[in-house]
């Protein structure tokens, strides 16, 4: 990616339409990487207009707690899931919005997708949690 400050916190999406019209979907945390990210796509010969749909998390010192403590439990260096982290956007995205938590990516098995929401669900304080992560199985050659 080509986006400085995009992260294991931020998630983004996209749809291309009939007319070329791209629609962006996703969280960030930051401003600036809405921007940057409709600023990439409008940079695309193809594409004839850009919706940008990208959601700005609320700032939150709370979130911010939370995040951290996730991407511990995912992550730490004697997790099995460690060989994510050492990737330059580790795949296992951490979305957090009001004490809620949902996990988003691709993962090589279904069983580390499990793992990571297992890992996850043992945080305090969160709400809740959603596991949307995929097994590279399921994804669609």
């Known amino acids: ?6 992260g294991v916190f931020d998630w983004l999406e996209y749809e291309v339409q009939p007319d070329n019209t791209v629609v962006l ?3 960030v945390v930051r401003r600036t990487t809405k921007s ?3 600023a990439r796509v409008k940079d695309i010969e193809e594409v004839s207009r850009v919706v940008n749909e990208i959601e700005v ?3 939150s010192a709370n979130d911010d707690r939370l ?3 996730l991407y511990r439990a995912i992550y730490s260096w004697n997790s099995p899931l460690f060989r994510y982290a050492t990737q330059a956007v580790p795949p296992i995205h951490i979305i957090v919005r009001n004490g809620r938590a949902v996990l988003k990516g691709v993962v090589a098995n279904k069983g580390d997708a499990n793992l990571a929401y297992l890992r996850a669900r043992g945080v305090p304080g969160l709400f809740d949690i959603k596991n949307e992560l995929k097994a590279e199985s399921e994804m669609p050659q």
């Not at 990616?1 to 995009?6: A, Q, R, V």
């Open 1 to 6: 990616m080509t986006l400085p400050y995009y």
């Open 57 to 59: 998390l609320p700032l």
């Open 25 to 27: 979907r996703g969280q």
């Open 36 to 38: 940057d990210a409709e």
């Open 67 to 69: 995040r951290r403590a």
